[in-house]
Structure formats: structure tokens, C-alpha cells
């Protein structure tokens, strides 16, 4: 079974930094792309980043470029999210995606919450 559990949102002020862990099982990681996606109230869910875990290559949206970084270990069949220099439109709802194709929407996490206060 595949399993993607997300953490480290939480509420942060505005320019302030978190990191998103995303812990993959079930699947041979070095196979599949991982992503983010986020979804805010009200708006439509957004593609943030995905990497491939074989060979690194990454994608970002236009609205995180510089500012997020997307890392795997794929020692630890992880994913990680950091998100610098934060605003408060970058609230939402994260979730971490899996999949072969490009971007990832096979296998969704559960979600965790990043608020960004003002």
C-alpha cells in the first residue's frame, strides 16, 4: 500500500521559514516523482513543486520560484519542502503527491496546514 505522510506545517509569521517532510512507502521510490501541491480556501488546488527521485530534475510554480526548495533522500525515502521568505497567500492546505508521471497526482497525502500570518 501506498503511503505518503506529510509534516511540518504549522503557522508562521510573514517572511518567516518552514520545511514540509514527506515520508514515502509502498512503492520503489526511486521510480516515481514526488510532489506539492497546495490548496487555499476558496481557490483552486495549485502544482507547487516535484522532483524526480532518479534523476533530481524539479519543477516549481512561478509563484514559489526562489523562494521554496525541494529536496529528496532517497536513503530515507523522504521528500522535503523549504519554504523561505513566506506570505501569507501561501496559505493553504500542502499535500504531498506520488506518482510516475510529471507532475505526480497518483498518491496523495493527507495534507497539512501552513498558515502565514500578516
Known amino acids: 500500500e501506498v503511503q505518503l505522510v506529510e509534516s511540518g506545517g504549522g503557522l508562521v509569521q510573514a517572511g518567516g521559514s518552514l520545511r514540509l517532510s514527506c515520508a514515502a512507502s509502498?512503492?520503489?521510490?526511486?521510480?516515481?516523482?514526488i510532489g506539492w501541491f497546495r490548496q487555499a480556501p476558496g481557490k483552486e488546488r495549485e502544482g507547487v513543486s516535484c522532483?524526480?527521485?532518479?534523476?533530481?530534475?524539479?519543477y516549481y510554480a512561478d509563484s514559489v520560484k526562489g523562494r521554496f526548495t525541494i529536496s529528496s533522500d532517497n536513503a530515507k525515502n523522504t521528500v522535503y519542502l523549504q519554504m523561505n521568505n513566506l506570505k501569507p497567500e501561501d496559505t493553504a492546505v500542502y499535500y504531498c503527491?506520488?506518482?510516475?508521471?510529471?507532475?505526480?497526482?497518483?498518491?496523495w497525502g493527507q495534507g497539512t496546514q501552513v498558515t502565514v500570518s500578516s
Open positions: 503527491t506520488g506518482g510516475s508521471t510529471w507532475p505526480p497526482q497518483k498518491h
Open positions: 509502498g512503492f520503489t521510490f526511486d521510480d516515481y516523482a
Open positions: 522532483i524526480s527521485s532518479s534523476d533530481g530534475s524539479t
